[in-house]
């Protein structure tokens, strides 16, 4: 019994191999555009779909596993952008300064917020968290001394101890964020505090019973998917460069919950994969189809038929593509 | 306190003059009853007698209309749990399981088990996310606590499998073994036995009554099953219509002419109807 104890948490730890794996793949892309088998642009939808993952990660842990919805998401991402910008540009701070006020401010506008509508369940919660997310639209679009209002607002590659990043070098850095949002994400679902979230989600009765208290749980996963949204945030502003206060609406919050839906709730690695059909496929694949690639609202379309497909007849998220796959191989290996 | 409760060295729980009623009817009746400390306690009647709601006022699911719940606690002092919220009960000593399971059918077996020590965790979250010693010495401490209980419940061979697709069987063992891991001083049991047969019921005494010496619990059981009631109970509360009937020995209460009445009574109900 000891032995199996043991081996099962080796087991454990080699899921971190297949995260470190996901942004080796990532980085690929770096030599294949050096090599000018791939545009920069390309780098720059990857890039993306890298900061969506990191977004979308937070949102699994909130929607997936402590079972609770916010339509507000985009709103606190995009604080986040706005902070960064601001104060790496505007107030020329040191990128680590600004990280930490940048995540810590909306952290707190998020306690507060939590801690109000956490009572809430339910249809409710979506409301009040899209109130919320349209709010801090509005603030970004009318607060324009900060924001640059529909002008928009600019920032540069991050500069991190006097070590400036490029294109290449910012999408590496995100590569790496990326396996430590993930290796980070599943030791929280793996702990007795993921657990605390899946108990709220599927027996309020059996937390009550245990000692789980659900308010400090649901705002603790609110902050959870805070704290990714607001480091998604900070990594779009110094990616894109640049950033309008339309971006932080619903549309956007939505694709989160597209991204979570289309990767597989539940499983920490899904985001990527859903962030991968949403963000990238229509940018790189889509797009290039003739005719329909170019009809406006294809990607809309192709995301809203993506989702009833996978609650249809693949509800667990196309990340379990990869299992059901291996047990095929398997299968038609070992023809057991 | 305006009056004083008398408790006996012996006593762990202390049921005053309950009574809670729903939409006019009265559920639970001014009920009183005391269990003592290692005892196997029974509660049982007919269909609808308001058992499971005397376990949800016992456990703060429900606020009684009346009534005083003591409850010796961990440190041996007694506590009005009325004063307590739901979730807090837990940390008194006192822990149960539901008539219709309440489980977390996308976790394993061992994860099922160690939600039951969640009060227990030091560690914080964000220890937990950076897998910081402690917080990775905690969990380690659980799961082998885990693995023994899983062991005495004879479902260690299930242990990473999940909660979802098993037998029922297993089900309410990793209920009870879930109970086990909050270091209970007091169980209280919503029909152990049911759904179980025959063989899985014998088995189910057995495992009760080594809890009962090996963990050092106090067992507090509703259940229709009366020849496990009658074999592991050392004293049974009779309840019908929310009215306490009688109290005593199983072979007193074989033997009560209430009780038979209520039985008896309560299937010639049905029949009438
Ligand atoms: N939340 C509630 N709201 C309304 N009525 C309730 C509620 N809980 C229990 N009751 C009623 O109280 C009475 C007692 O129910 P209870 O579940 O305690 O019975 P029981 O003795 O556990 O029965 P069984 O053996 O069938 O489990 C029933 O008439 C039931 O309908
Ligand atoms: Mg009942």
């Known amino acids: 019994m000891e032995k199996k104890l043991k081996s099962r948490f080796n087991l454990l730890e080699n899921v971190y191999i297949n995260y470190i794996l996901i942004g080796i793949l990532f980085l690929i892309a770096i030599p294949l555009n050096q090599a000018g088998i791939i545009g920069g642009s390309v780098l720059i939808t990857l890039g993306s779909v890298i900061l969506y993952s990191v977004v979308g990660i937070g949102m699994n842990i909130l929607l997936g596993y402590a079972g609770l919805i916010t339509l507000g998401g985009a709103g606190f991402m995009g604080l986040a952008a706005y902070l960064s910008a601001y104060f790496t ?171 979570v839906v289309i990767g597989g709730m539940k499983a920490i690695a899904g985001p990527v994969v859903g962030a991968l059909f949403v963000i990238a496929f229509p940018d790189l694949v889509l797009k290039n189809i003739p005719i329909i690639g170019t009809s406006p609202g294809v990607a809309y379309i192709f995301n809203g038929v993506l989702i009833v497909v996978v609650l249809l007849f693949y509800n667990r998220g196309l990340i379990k593509i990869f299992t059901d796959a291996k047990v095929l191989i398997k299968k038609l290996i070992g023809g057991k | 306190m305006k009056d004083n409760p008398i408790f006996r060295n012996d006593m762990i729980l202390k049921i005053e003059d309950l009574s809670i009623s729903f939409g006019g009817i009265k559920a639970v009746d001014a009920v009183s009853f005391e269990v003592n400390e290692k005892e196997i306690y029974g509660l049982i009647g007919p269909n609808g007698a308001g058992k499971t709601t005397i376990f949800n006022i016992i456990t703060q699911f429900y606020k009684p209309d009346n009534g005083k719940v003591y409850f010796k606690d961990k440190d041996l002092k007694w506590k009005n749990l009325i004063d307590y919220k739901t979730h807090d009960v837990v940390k008194t000593g006192l822990i149960r399981t539901f008539q219709n399971l309440e489980l977390i059918q996308d976790l394993s077996l061992l994860d099922n088990l160690l939600v039951g020590s969640h009060t227990f965790y030091k560690s914080t979250a964000l220890e937990q996310a950076l897998r910081m010693p402690r917080a990775v010495k905690e969990e380690r401490k659980f799961r082998n606590k885990a693995m023994e209980i899983m062991k005495l419940l004879n479902i260690s061979d299930k242990a990473y499998e999940l909660v979802y697709g098993q037998p029922y069987g297993i089900l309410k063992k990793v209920e009870l073994g879930r109970t086990l891991m909050s270091e209970p001083r007091m169980i209280i049991l919503d029909e152990p036995a049911a759904g179980l047969n025959e063989r899985e019921t014998a088995e189910l005494a057995d495992i009760l009554k080594h809890i009962r010496t090996d963990y050092d619990t106090t067992i507090f059981l509703v259940e229709h099953d009366m020849g496990l009631v009658m074999d592991i109970c050392d004293r049974i509360c009779a309840i019908s219509f929310g009215e306490k009937l009688a109290e005593g020995t199983p072979a007193e209460i074989q033997n009560n002419s209430f009780v038979q009445e209520a039985y008896l009574g309560s299937e010639e109900g049905e029949l009438a109807e």
Do not use: C
């Open chain 1, 89 to 259: 540009r505007d107030l020329n701070m040191p990128f680590l300064f600004s990280l930490i006020f940048s995540v810590g401010i909306p952290i707190i506008i998020g306690i507060g917020i939590g801690l109000i509508s956490l009572r809430l369940g339910g249809y409710y919660l979506a409301i009040a968290t899209l109130g919320i997310g349209e709010v801090l639209k509005q603030v970004f679009i009318e607060y324009d001394v900060f924001t640059g209002g529909f002008s928009g607002k600019s920032a540069g590659y991050i500069n991190l101890f006097g070590l400036q990043f490029d294109r290449i070098g910012t999408y590496a850095l995100y590569a790496v964020i990326l396996i430590f949002a993930l290796i980070i994400g599943h030791n929280i679902v793996n702990s007795a505090t993921g657990r605390a979230f899946m108990t709220m989600r599927s027996s309020e009765a059996a937390a009550q019973a245990m000692g789980i208290r659900m308010l400090k749980y649901k705002v603790l996963a609110f902050v959870i998917a805070t704290i990714y949204s607001t480091i998604g945030g900070i990594m779009y502003m110094h990616l894109i460069k640049f950033s309008f206060p339309t971006t932080w609406g619903l549309g956007m919050s939505l694709n989160f919950l597209s991204i």
